[in-house]
Each structure stands twice: as C-alpha cells, then as structure tokens.
T-cell receptor
Framework: DGGITQSPKYLFRKEGQNVTLSCEQN?????MYWYRQDPGQGLRLIYY???????QKGDIAEGYSVSREKKESFPLTVTSAQKNPTAFYLC??????????????FGPGTRLTVT | EDKVVQSPLSLVVHEGDTVTLNCSYE??????LLWYKQEKKAPTFLFML????IEKKSGRLSSILDKKELFSILNITATQTGDSAIYLC????????????FGTGTLLAVQP
C-alpha cells in the first residue's frame, strides 16, 4: 500500500523545546513538501524539496528546519525560534516527472501544541 | 503578489441542496487549478483543471475553469452529510517545482 505517513498524530511540547515531525513516503516521489494549517487559513508552504540533499524555503520558513537525506524521508524540526508553533502540520509529496501533474498527495498530519 | 481567494468562507446547507463554491486567482505563470476535500486530516484530491470550459465530473461533484476570468467553481448537487468538509482550491504555477498556492478554503456544513 503506497502512501505518506506522519508521526506522531498529536504532539505536545513546552515552549523553548525543539521538536521534530516525521514524514515518510513510499510512493517513489522525488518532491516533498511541508505545510502549516491554522484555523481559518489555507495551507502555507514551509519548506519543499525537489530531490535528495536539496531543499528550498517556502513562504514561512522562519523558525523551521528540514533535511532530505533519503528520498523517502523529509523530517521537519520546529525550533524554539518559531514564535507561534501551535498548528496542524501536513506533509505532501508529488512526482514532478509526470508531465506537468501538480497533484500532491498528503499525509494525515501532525497536530502540534506548544504551551 | 500571487493569490488564490475562495468564497464563501463558510456555508451551511441542508441535505439535498445544491452548492457552488468559488475560487478566483491571480497567479503568474498559471499551469493548473486543483480542488481538494479535507475532512479532519489529509486533503484528498478531487479534480485538476488545466483547460477552460471543460467540465470535470465525479458523481455529484463537478468543476469548471475559466482562464479568461481567472476563476473556477466546484458544484455539489444533492448534498449529503458526508460532504461536510473544508474544500481547498490550489493553483499550480510555472517552473519545475510543482508548487501549489492554496486558498483559505470553504468550510461546508451539511445538516440532515
């Protein structure tokens, strides 16, 4: 069964702590993305990666970091520098080789609460 | 600045009603427009539109794109409570990045 998994589903942290959200895909997709979703807002792009060992900042990258050491994995670290980290985080992947298809496949998300 | 605007922001209807959700965009190097349905967690893909005037249909859902007026609509006929969700519109723009710009979404609640 191909798909994207994110863990954990819910995460609680104290302010000032870094936390890493996991994202794994077995779709053999080259591109992976991290989004943040807040109530009443759409998805905002944090980071994306087109290929292993390469990634680019999205629209709201401040306070976040990523790595892409393997094709299947794209973990996101929420650092203590992120001012409002409480949000729903979604990971997605796509296959840019498929003739202009922009369809992205999403994981189930991680709800992060920082107090 | 590129943007995607959805309206209404929220909508409450009764089962059996027909609804129309709107998505307008101002995006340079437009390539495609996508609709997703989000129930609680992962958005699921509904349609991708690239050409004007060609309706895409799946059961009670249909969508059409107008590239001259820069908008798309998503129609849902004979709504059911299972249609309750956030409907997201996203625009894919030029370049090799396959990036999407999302609207804020329309929250649809279908009451029995």
């Amino acid at each position: 069964d191909g798909g994207i998994t994110q863990s954990p589903k819910y995460l609680f942290r104290k302010e000032g702590q870094n936390v890493t959200l996991s994202c794994e895909q077995n779709l053999n997709h080259d591109a992976m993305y991290w989004y943040r979703q807040d109530p009443g807002q759409g998805l905002r792009l944090i980071y994306y990666s087109q290929i292993v060992n390469d990634f680019q900042k999205g629209d709201i990258a401040e306070g976040y970091s990523v790595s892409r050491e393997k094709k299947e994995s794209f973990p996101l670290t929420v650092t203590s520098a992120q001012k409002n980290p409480t949000a729903f985080y979604l990971c997605a992947s796509s296959d840019p080789r498929t003739g202009g298809s922009y369809e992205q496949y999403f994981g189930p998300g991680t709800r992060l609460t920082v107090t | 600045e590129d943007k995607v605007v959805q309206s209404p922001l929220s909508l409450v209807v009764h089962e059996g009603d027909t609804v129309t959700l709107n998505c307008s965009y101002e995006v340079t190097n437009f390539r495609s427009l996508l609709w997703y349905k989000q129930e609680k967690k992962a958005p699921t893909f509904l349609f991708m539109l690239t050409s004007s005037g060609i309706e895409k249909k799946s059961g009670r859902l249909s969508s059409i794109l107008d590239k001259k007026e820069l908008f798309s609509i998503l129609n849902i006929t004979a709504t059911q409570t299972g249609d309750s969700a956030i409907y997201l519109c996203a625009v894919g723009w030029g370049g090799a990045t396959n990036k999407l710009i999302f609207g804020t979404g329309t929250l649809l609640a279908v009451q029995p």
